[in-house]
């Protein structure tokens, strides 16, 4: 047997958009890349600040997890690493398990990178990505603004050097305007200055630099460049003045080097403890980077496969986790930044982490006099464009339950903490489901004249027999809404004497569970009990087959019609001005 040639063979264990990779595709990935490395560097440093961790853990963040999603993601454009919500959320899970910046803490936070990435992994071998459908847009965007926030909050009494304890938002504002006296005056300065200059160059800065003439490609990449720049300049002001005698608090020194080779801590009581925070950071994660993958594949009419993206968020996590890293995903801006700047290929993202790498190995220690509250301002910067508050009002115009799920996960949020906040709406939105779907619109049919359509007769002019009674519920049925409908058809067969047939039209029914058949079943036994016969129309093929492997159908009083149309053509033939016994086909399935 004739061997493969050995490109070929290597190509099998290559990512499919290695194959036809050009000198062309390179230049874009490369470009892009350089500008995402620019915006990662001050991101990572702040966002592991965010969590309680020492700033070059946020660099470590940034590297194993990017090249593991290369290997293994479906979006193009997706740039892995921390985020501000994530951060958030590592915070407060292993705040009572050490001291922020311990050895201890950093330790704690490895495994729950870990289990999150074990987590992730396991759902997505098990083709679980369904999971994320169980949090809704109203619950997460309330989340995601709840949390930016929370964020800003606690990051303004950095930005401002004040001592203020407290985790939740009505401690930390109160902490802040009770203390409003004790504002350190230059870090003040420095993180005000930073905070205008950072919002100042998401909108002006390009514009002016295209006006003084240069071209818009660098233009933009100058922009993108504005947190390096805040950070240069005021770690030079730091240093030139002396301001860290002052009592400015600086970052200090950051080692230099490889990411460390690390391993989670084996505690099984620890692994319990954390098992709630990691999934919770795994589903949230989940869910920000699939809608953020699938918006911008949807631009180039790309496809992105949710389930293969659990698996390289898995291992992005895991990676994290044996490199000294903490739990990450994959990060709004920096995707739509890596969008915009060309980015052909995940290579994009392989690039940024050498990027990332280099900057660990040379850069740090020029870190020593960033302000801490430069990396506040950065923090506050990027999550205030999370804030959706158009979201409050046209939920509360459309849908008051889902203003209720969005209102508790705010409430819970800022009042007890983001795990608290994300459980509240959830739980919350299940529950509403529940009510709303045990509480199904049924609606009493009639034929529209010169139609084969049924309508509502409360909406719509139709014709009725009196012989035939057709009703339609709107709702797949199941163990909480079939009383429901054996409720109705009690009241509504009282006080028809001229009633034979009750017609249910299935036609919004895509599935029946077990409680259901037996309603079913109670219903047709009261009605042929008292004369009359129970018949369904407009059956769908896969609740036919459930129904056909059960004694349901050889039982039933009355017929299964293929239309409501032809049950009632056949029940009530005076309708039509036919004779009694004239007899449609019979339906075929």
Known sequence: MKARPRRLQAQRWLPAWCEGYQRETLASDAVAAAIVTLMLIPQSLAYASLAGLPPEVGLYASIAPLLMYALLGTSRVLAVGPVAVVSLMTATAIGDHAAAGSAAYWAVAITLAFLSGLMLLAMG???????????????????????????????????????????????????????????????????LGALAFLFWTRKGLKPLLIRLGMPSRLADFTARAGPVMGIVVTALLTWGLGLQEQGVRVVGAVPAGLPPLTTPLWDPALWQSLAVPALLISVVGFVESVSVGQTLAARRRERIEPDRELVALGASNLGAAFSGGFPVTGGFARSVVNFDAGARTPAAGAFTAVGILLAALLLTPALYYVPQATLAATIIVAVVSLIDLGMFRRTWRYSRTDFLALLATVIGTLGWGVEAGLIAGVALSLGLFLLRTSRPHIAQVGLVPGTEYFRNVKRHRVIESPAVLGLRVDESLYFANSRALEDWINAAVAGRPGLRHVVLQCSAVNAIDASALESLEHIDERLRGAGLQFHLSEVKGPVMDRLQGTDFLTQLSGRVFLTHYQALRELAPDLFGVEEGVKSPAPVF
């Open 125 to 191: 071998l098990l083709r679980l990505g369904f999971v994320a459908n169980f949090l809704s847009h109203p619950v997460i965007s309330g989340f995601i603004s709840a949390s930016a926030v929370l964020i800003a909050a606690g990051q303004a009494r950095v930005l401002l050097g004040l001592q203020v304890p407290g985790e939740h938002f009505v401690e930390i504002a109160a902490g802040v305007l009770a203390r409003l006296s004790q504002v350190h005056g230059p870090t003040a300065l420095l993180g």
